[in-house]
């Protein structure tokens, strides 16, 4: 008997174009698509992009409007620089590169010539968090932590196809520079049955439960909303409360569904354990004296391993079958 | 803070309804602003006992040059859709953008004494939120021409006929920004584009060639795709020679204009004190240094 089976190894490039699921609706491009109606009503609207149009969606917005699109190369200081000048000229651009670029790499030029001015500028940047196999160049574990810290940029963390549809006008909306992630390619499509509204600002109460309440953003709502539907199983009521804008952070939501109490709080978020979603909660609660028992679900403080996105996810527990699991032995 | 307009209103100064005097008359004016300019310098200096008056009287000539004869601009509205716009990235040249701008009617005179101090209209580093006619907040160097490109795209979406000036230093060119700006200006044809980069060969920790080996410059903005021209930028001549050939060359390309200039310029002691990046000027020095600049004018 071959005792030497081993389950096939996973492919860095599964999930690469999408972090959609085997079967998941999905919708294409939805903030490409957003933008391009956006400009059709806002005509200060400009796309910019340091040598990644086609990796963040924007590539429909430069077919659509070739003479409002900036492709200033693979420069995202520049990038970040010019699109404060433009905006001074009275454009918003819409900016897109990666996290890590922009975060990392640009920091300063956010701070100093967009932040500090306020200028109306919107940086779209695509692989959040662990949305990639390359390894610590593409991940952007630390993204939210480096903008929350930004004074007077807005950062959001957008869920799924639906909410990054929403979020495009409503950002158009607000005077004032933004951070937002983005997902880009196959977007899951999940918000729609939860009858959702984006609104900047606002923490939205997806589900409500009786013994835990997960706090999350981004995709981790996404997973968060499955976890629960797995613990509903095991007659566990799970609530999920949906924190998309994660600067300003709703606090008074927060602090009114942890402070229910006789819940387990637990955070999601598609981030280092450091400085995110997480961290921002958890220094509401103690502020507030609410002391719900709580729980961090989070990425290390760790360059993270390359390779297939859903062995990293089980591997640092973010995906739906390990945080159902830790869920489960936290709830005993 | 917001800005404020001075509180007398002047007509409006351009290109197009500046009266044509001579060029020798034209010569004896902007001698008299950058005069001027390196006084107020001065005076802002005594204010705060220290600042980066070794530039401030480098540069003078060239402000003088770009307030008193290139740009178009309103006194009173410095926010005017139609001005040019000028772009300070090394933010600690305040003093002497704030010199020009005090000399151009921007700045009322009698904000000089309130330079550097709480509470001022006139930090130390400029800053864009905090003073009228300073249009970015620079000191983060390398910056201003990233932001320049900005300006320049952003106006032609407007069919705008406004030019954008930046002013870096030669420090700067270390900053690797500041060749994905030049090299971008050149791809997006920026003709409304005139930057201005101030040879003075000093930064904080030495000289600028020996910190960083910056020369061929004249070769190097050539292989970038700019117009470019090298002047002694202490030569009002030459400097206004080079501002007038950047205005009106025809080419689709951006305009360089390398300033070589000498720290402390103007007043014979302070330059020839050893050259340093912050030149140091005792109490007593400050109204010796007026009297030279005097001396200077009057000779």
Redesign the interface.
Known sequence: MNTNVQKPKLKTSAMIASIASEGQRTQLAPFGHALVELAARRPEVVGMTADLAKYTDLHIFAQACPERFYQMGMAEQLLMGAAAGLAHEGAMPFVTTYAVFATRRAYDFMHQAIAEEGLNVKIACALPGLTTGYGPSHQAAEDLALMRAMPGITVIDPCDALEIEQMVPAVAEHDGPVYMRLLRGQVPLVLDEYDYKFELGKAKLLRDGRDVLIISSGIMTMRALEVALELARDKIDAAVLHVATIKPLDTATILREAGRGGRLVVVAENHSAIGGLGEAVATELLRAGISSPFRQIALPDAFLDAGALPTLHDRYGISTSVMTETLKGWLG | MTYQPCSKLEPVVTKENRVDTSLKEARAELAERAYRIRRNALLMGEVQGQGYIGQALDIADVLAVAYGRAMSFKPGDAEWEERDRFLLSNGHYAIALYAALIDAGIIPQEELETYGSDDSRLPMSG???YTPGM???G??L??G???????????K??A?KSFVYTLFSDGELDE??VW??L??AA?WKLDNLIAIVDVNNQQADGPSGQVMAFEPLVDKMEAFGWFTQRIDGNDLDAVMAAFDAARSYTGAKPRMIIADTRMGCGVPFLEAREKNHFIRVDEHEWQLALTALDAGRNA
């Open positions: 800053m864009a939120s249009e970015m907040s000191g983060s390398g910056q021409l990233t932001i320049a490109v900005g300006r320049c795209l952003g106006l979406r407007k705008s690797g920004a994905e700006g090299m971008s791809h």
